[in-house]
Structure formats: C-alpha cells, structure tokens
C-alpha cells in the first residue's frame, strides 16, 4: 500500500526542516533551544524512517532497537527542551538539559541491553512490549510526558498569551499549529495499538508539517516583549528578560 511509504516522505521533510533550524541556528551561538529543535525534527525523521523499514522489509532486531531509541525514548522530548530554553533562565535550562541527556543515554543503554520475547514481535509494526525487562518500557512515558508538558502545554500558554494581540496573529496560529502538531502522532501512536498502522503514519506526516507551519507563522510577527515568551520564537533577546 502507497501509506507504507509516508514514513519515508516524513523522513525527507524532517531532513529538510532540520536544515532550515541548522541555517539558522548557526548565526546565533546562544540559541541553544534551536539546536534542541534541530535535534528533535532529526529524531522525529529517524523514527519514521525506522518505522517505515520495519514495515516494508520486516521486523528486525537492529532495527526495532533502533526505533525504540530514536522514536519512542527521544520522541518529541528535544523539540520541547527547545521549548524549555525559552521558559526558563538558561542555567536552570541547561540542568533540565543535562538530566534529559542523561534518562536518554540510560534508557538507550537498557534498550541495547534488553532481552526481547520474540513471540511478541509483529512483523509490520514495531511495539515495545517485545522489550522483557518492564522498567525499560516506563522510561518512555515519562519522557513523552515531560515532552506533552512542555512542547504542547508551552505552544498552547504562548498562544493564549497572544491570542488577543492583532501585532502577534502569527504567532497565536503557529503556537496553535505546533500543538496539534505535536498532538496527532500520539493519536497515530494510539491507533496503531488497536491495529490501524495507517493511521500512525498519516498522523506522523502531518503532525511535523503541521508544526513547521506553525514555525514560520511566528516568524512573520515581530519578537514579542522580552518578558513574553512564544514557544516557537526563534528571535527572543538574548536573555530572554531573564538572568542568563
């Protein structure tokens, strides 16, 4: 079915939206929080692309390991630390930072560790119940809900903050796109759970368009007051109106 081969357009138009957030990051050394956004928008398209070779080649152990990692651990978690740079000073975004990196190289090394129950495995689609040690599998609701929080609760708070501002329309669109965005792939994820794989793979395709939309809206608004974050303002001041 064509659908098996949307995951490969998600990983492209992550590829190229990862390009753009470099590009731009690069003139800008203190904008830490477009690195994590680059980051996130890489490990979203590595996820699909996994995803997508699982189903048309068929479930293997490299792979499925692999997806695990870079989809159901990192998931959206770097898109909303970029998120938390522009909530929080930057010292204690840095720390919120360093305790991320590290639940994520912990969950990897269990992940590369854990024995699987084979009998488990379907063969079109990747699940993490194969993964025999159970703690290993909490480690991703936990990251995906510090991800929920801060990725859509930080989009849904900046668009409220701008939704009656005529000078900032842009941004109240784009923050309002960047959290359905962010929403619809854990619908797909849902979906899939119940045997409708499709469903993921269009949600996914959509969600991270959804969000780049969502981007270049607030980047057609000028940059709020220092005291008013948006969490898909790439042109904030420097210290954000807060202590570096």
């Not at 840095?94 to 024995?115: K, N």
């Not at 159970?134 to 859509?152: D, E, K």
């Amino acid at each position: 079915m064509i659908v098996h081969y949307l995951p490969i357009a998600t990983t492209l138009f992550s590829a190229w939206f990862a390009a753009k957030l470099i590009r731009r990051r690069l003139p800008r050394p203190q904008a830490h929080h477009l690195s994590w956004w680059a980051v996130g928008v890489v490990a979203y398209g590595l996820g699909t692309l996994l995803e997508s070779l699982i189903t048309l080649i068929g479930w293997q152990e490299g792979l499925f390991r692999a997806w695990y990692i870079a989809g159901a651990l990192m998931g959206g978690a770097p898109l909303a630390q970029g998120t938390v740079y522009l909530i929080f000073t930057r010292r204690t975004a840095h720390w919120l930072s360093l305790a991320l990196v590290i639940v994520i190289i912990v969950g990897s090394t269990a992940v590369l560790s854990a024995p699987l129950d084979y009998s488990l495995v379907n063969p079109d689609l990747p699940q993490g119940r194969v993964i025999q040690w159970r703690w290993v599998r909490l480690i991703s609701p936990f990251i995906n809900t510090y991800a929920f929080v801060f990725l859509v609760g930080g989009a849904v708070v900046s668009a409220i903050r701008f939704r009656k501002q005529r000078a900032f329309r842009g941004r109240f669109l784009g923050n309002c796109l960047i959290a359905v965005g962010a929403i619809l792939p854990g619908i797909g994820g849902v979906s899939s759970r119940v045997g409708h794989t499709e469903v993921l793979y269009v949600t996914e395709l959509i969600g991270i368009v959804l969000i780049y939309l969502g981007y270049r809206f607030c980047l057609q608004d000028p940059p709020p007051i220092s005291n008013a974050f948006s969490a898909c303002d790439d042109r904030v001041p420097v210290d954000h109106g807060r202590q570096p």
